[in-house]
C-alpha cells in the first residue's frame, strides 16, 4: 500500500460493520459510514439492498442467471460462508483528470452453493463512500465448468420514480440524443427518444443503456453502470415500469447466447454510484478503482494528445474520403487505382495534408489526423463486404513516405486512420501487419471504427466476442508502442487504467452529429454523468462556425453551442485525446478564442467540479499535469447558467493573471453562436468570479501564475 492514513485506516475500520442478523444475512459499510449494503438469502434466492445516508437507494434486489445449457442459477441456493476485508491505497494514472487515485472500500464476499445441482457461486461486493461495485464469480468448484448465460437477472429496484437521463437500450449503437424523462415516461418517451438515429437495434420499450444517471426527488444522485467489461456481453438495463425495478439485459451473439464461460471467471463489476453532489458524481472514480492496475511494465511510451485533422470537411461536407466515385471491379488492394478518375474531393490529398501539417506545427498540435488515405471508400458502406479496406495501401495522391518524413521534420505526427466498416474478421486478418506499417512509417496512434452492421453477419456491436475483439486490438497494438481510439466501440468500463494506450473512445453521439443533425443544446451537460464514468470520449470539440450551409451549401446541420461553450468543453469533456475539430481556415478568423485550445493542457495534476447538474450546467476546473496553470470550463444547457466561482483551489501565496472567454452579453446558441468576448483579470485564491454563460453557451479560463 502506497497511502493509508491514520484516520483513514481507523474509519475502514470502524466502517466494517458486519453483522449475521441471521445465519443468512451481511451487513456492510462503506468507510465513512455513509452507504450500508444487505445481502442475503431470501426463499433460496440471493438479494442484495444498498441504502445512503440511512435513505433507501437500492431496494432489496434479486440476483440470479438463467443459463441456456443447464439448469437456471435464479434459485436454490443457500450461504456457505461469508467473509470481509478492508482495502485503502493511492495510485498513478498513467494519465489521468488527478495525478493520485484513492482506492478505499470494504468488502464482503459471499459465498453460495446450489446443493441440488452441485453449483458454487460467490458474490463479491465493494462498498466505496461515492458507491458500490458487485460481482458474481464462479469457482472452478462442483459441476460448473463450461457454461453458456442466456441472461444474467440482477436487479436494480428503485425506490421512487425518479428522472433519469437515458437513451435508448441498443445492441449496436450508442449515438443517441439523451432524454431526460421521469422513469415511468421512458415508455411513452422511446419513439421520440429512437427518431433521431439511423441504426437501431431495439430489444425493449423499457431497455435503456448504461451509464444511467438519476436524481432522486429529496435530491440524490445514482448512477448505473459496469466495469471492467472483459470477456463478457455489454449489460443495458431493462425497466419493470410498473415497480421501477431495472435489470441486467445482455447483448446476445448471432446464435441469441448472451456469454460463454469456463470456470473459473467472473462477471464485469455491476455499479452503482450514489451522491448527494452532482459534483461528487463527476468526481467520483469508481469504476477506475474496480478496474486491475496497469498490465503494462513500460508506459513511457503512451502520451496524450491534442490534434488537429482532414476530418471536418468530409463529415460536414463537400470532400469526401474517396479518390473516386469509380467502384472498382477487382479486389481493392489488386486494383491499380492511378487508372481510376479522381473525383476531385478526396480530402486527404498530399497539397491538403502538408496544410493541416504546416497548421498543427505553427499552432503546436502534436498529431494531424488523416481520414480516407487508404484505399477502399470508394465501396464501404452498407454493402455487408467482409473485405475493404488493408489498412496499408494509401491512395495515388497520399504519398504515406513523403508526408509522414515532413511531419517529422516539424515536430509533428500524423494519427493513422483504420475505419474497419465493422468487419471484424477482415481487421483480424490485416491487424498486425496493418500495425507493423504503422511502426515502419512512424505512427504511434490510430483512430479507429466499426461503421455499419457487424460482420460475421448477425453478431452486434457489444456482446461478449466482439468486446474480446476490441481489447485485442488494444492489446495488440501495445505491442507496437501504439494507441488506440476506437469509434462505434463498445462504451467504455474503465479499462484504461489497466490499458492505457486505449487514449479514448467514441461510443456516445459526438460532434459529428451537430453537422448532420445538430445535438440537443443540454448534451454536453450529460455526457460527463452518463458516458464518460467509463472514461475519455473522442468528443471532438472546437467547432467555431457553426452555420453547416456556410461549410457546404448542401449541409442542414447546425452546432447547437457559441464558441466560448466550444472552449469550455475542453475542461468539463475530460480526455487525454482532444482534438481541435474545424478547420484551418475557420480558425484564422478566430485566433484570439483559438488560443485557449491552444494553451489548454490534455493532462492533469489535479480535476476539481465547482458547479454541476445533470442536463443543466457544469463547471470544471483542472491543474495541469507538472505546472502551476489552471483551467476551467463551463458548458450549460439552453437556459444558459450563473455561476459564483471560489478559486481557493488557488495557491494562497500565489497571484495570478485569468483569461476569461466568455459568451457575450447577446450570445445565443441558435442566433447568435459566435459572439464572445476576452478579458484579463488579476486574481488569487479569494478571488470570486461572477460569469454568465449565455443559452447553449458557456465560457472557458486559464488561470496562469505571475512571477
Ligand atoms: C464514424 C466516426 O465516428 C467518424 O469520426 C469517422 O470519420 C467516420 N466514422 C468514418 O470512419
Ligand atoms: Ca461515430
Redesign the pocket.
Known sequence: MKYKSLSAMALAIAGVSFAFSEAHAAQISSPSGSIVLNAEVVDSIPVYSVNYKGKPVILPSKLGFELADGPDMMDGFSLISTSTSSFDETWNPVWGENKNIRNNYNELLVKLDQPRCYRKMNLRFRVYDDGIGFRYEFPQEGVLTYFIIKEEHSQFAMAGDHTAWWIAGDYDTQ?YDYTESRLSEIRSKMSEAICSNASQTLFSPTGVQTSLQMKTDDGIYINLHEAALIDYSCMHLNLDDKNMVFESWLTPDAQGNKGHMQSPCHTPWRTVMIADNACDILASNLILNLNEPCAYDDTSWIKPVKYVGVWWEMIAGPQEWSYTSDVPSVKLNKHDYTALKPHGKHAANNANVRKYIDFAAEHGFDQVLVEGWNIGWEDWFGHSKDYVFDFQTPYPDFDVDALNSYANSKGVKLMMHHETSASVRNYERHMDAAYKFMEKHGYNAVKSGYVGNMLPRGEHHYSQWINNHYLYAVTEAAKHKIMVNA??AVRPTGLCRTYPNLIGN?SAR?T?YEAFAGNKPFHTTVLPFTRLQGGPMDYTPGIFDMDMKEVNPDGNGHVNSTIARQLGLYVTMYSPLQMAADVPEVYNRFMDAFQFIKDVAVDWDESKYLEAEPGRYIVAARKAKGKNDWFIGCTANEDGHSSDLKLDFLDADKKYEATIYADADDAHYATNPQAYKITKKKVNSKTRLKLKAAPGGGYAISIKPIN
Open positions: 449515438e469509434h462505434e467514441e459526438g459529428e
